[in-house]
């Protein structure tokens, strides 16, 4: 059965201290790998899509990279507007449905 | 290019009514997915619609309909409303199934 598990469920940081998140999956035949970010009360908004193992994409102080069983958000030097819960979602080859881990709530304190 | 759009924004419903959510995607795009985000259960997939036809659907009672229309805005509906069934529901789009998806703001229903 395709599965995600995001861990920690909840991480609080201090202002530039750098950490990252996990992402580990089981699904058959590997399509993609999304990263979102969710801030309360609105839609998830795209962060990065991975496609094949040690691929890796950087958008400001974030970095994902991916291997065959898991995926890891690195977050560089973070920020308070970088509070957020991050949500992990992955596409397999059966029937293209997205499968999402329940997500990692990121505070950073000032 | 405006984004994923959905109305209403909050609802206010009571037990045992109906509801209908619209959802009008990115331009371009031919997808769309449904979800409802609840603080305990975190995304639930509601279904998917790829030019009308529906591609996938979760593992929701049959009062969650939905369907999509030929120009690719979609409607969800749910009939005979329960108190579970207060939530914020998320309209997604892409260009195909096979793409990342882009959500809209949410419609938050409270059901008393």
């Known amino acids: 059965e395709d599965q995600v598990t995001q861990s920690p469920e909840a991480l609080r940081l201090q202002e530039g201290e750098s950490s990252s998140l996990n992402c580990s999956y089981t699904?058959?035949?590997?399509?993609?790998l999304f990263w979102y970010r969710q801030d309360p009360g609105k839609g998830p908004e795209f962060l990065f899509t991975?496609?094949?193992?040690?691929e890796e994409k950087e958008k400001e102080r974030l970095k994902a990279t991916l291997t065959k069983k898991e995926s890891f958000l690195h977050i560089t030097a973070p920020k308070p507007e970088d509070s957020a819960t991050y949500l992990c979602?992955?596409?397999?080859?059966?029937?293209?449905?997205?499968?999402w881990g329940a997500g990692t709530k990121l505070i950073i304190k000032p | 290019k405006a984004g994923v759009t959905q109305t209403p924004r909050y609802l206010i419903k009571t037990r045992g009514q109906q509801v209908t959510l619209s959802c009008s995607p990115i331009s371009g795009h031919r997808s769309v997915s449904w979800y409802q985000q609840t603080p305990g259960q975190g995304l639930q997939f509601l279904f998917e619609y790829f030019s009308e036809t529906q591609r996938n659907k979760g593992n929701f009672p049959g009062r969650f309909s939905g369907r999509q229309f030929s120009n690719s805005r979609s409607e969800m509906n749910v009939s005979t409303l329960e108190l579970g069934d207060s939530a914020l529901y998320l309209c997604?789009?892409?260009?195909?199934?096979?793409?990342?998806?882009?959500f809209g703001p949410g419609t938050r229903l409270t059901v008393t």
């Open positions: 991975l496609y094949s193992a040690g």
């Open positions: 979602a992955v596409q397999g080859d059966s029937n293209y449905q997205l499968i």
């Open positions: 699904v058959s035949g590997l399509r993609g």
């Open positions: 997604a789009s892409s260009l195909s199934p096979f793409n990342e998806q882009y």
